[in-house]
């Protein structure tokens, strides 16, 4: 479904991303493992059209470098920013729906009640504005918004960061949930502590190098 080969992506003239190759299949769940600044970020930023690069990715055939930025969520692709990036007054549903602000995604009233059904937790306070909301709550109306546009494919960096464990447990479960659903994801963590057992495939990340494990 996604296929990366020689990316090489740049903040300004530094060089970050170096010749990366990587591939995700239909329904796999792939991890990118690296310490905080090997790349991790800018690579799937790269992806997402947010930072400059070169070489070649194709998701489904569709040429992502050469495509707009918004075209991304048209695509069915999902993104979770490692610091969330919610509208802090905005209520959970109003971040949550952000997506379809921009783009038409079908029948998008019953893809919310799946999300909910996915995260209950969040349709509990689906009122609340996101500023009065923890920060593990922020990750799961992070993940929720990224799955409104993520009907096939996910983009998750960190997830698992800063949060307490009996959330980290909780989001476990809720990804072991989206395979039954054929989502692909890709998931990038400093560790494998959270991600053992969830990944079809791993690739490690080193100052901008990647390779297979």
């Known amino acids: 479904m996604l296929q990366v080969t020689g990316l090489t992506a740049a903040i300004g003239a530094t060089e970050i991303i170096r010749d990366a190759t990587l591939a995700v299949a239909e329904g796999q769940m792939c991890g990118l493992i690296g310490v905080n600044g090997a790349g991790k970020t800018t690579l799937m930023r790269a992806l997402m059209g947010a930072v400059t690069a070169r070489g070649t990715v194709t998701f489904s055939g569709v040429d992502l ?71 593990g709550q922020q990750k799961l109306v992070a993940l929720g918004r990224a799955l409104m546009a993520g009907r096939r494919f996910l983009l998750l960096d960190e997830p698992f960061e800063g949060i307490a464990p009996v959330l980290a447990q909780r989001l476990a479960q809720v990804l072991l949930d989206l395979r039954r659903e054929h989502v692909s994801v890709l998931i990038a963590e400093s560790n494998r502590t959270h991600v053992e057992g969830l990944l079809d495939a791993t690739y490690f990340i080193e100052r901008g190098a990647v390779r297979q494990g």
């Open 65 to 135: 470098l050469a495509a707009p930025a918004h075209q991304r969520a048209a695509l069915g692709i999902g993104y979770m920013p490692e610091d969330r990036r919610l509208v802090p007054e905005f209520t959970v549903e109003q971040n949550i729906l952000m997506p379809t602000w921009s783009i038409a995604i079908p029948e998008h009233g019953k893809r919310l009640q799946w999300v909910y059904s996915l995260l209950p937790e969040i349709a509990r306070f689906e009122g609340r504005r996101a500023f009065e909301l923890s920060g």
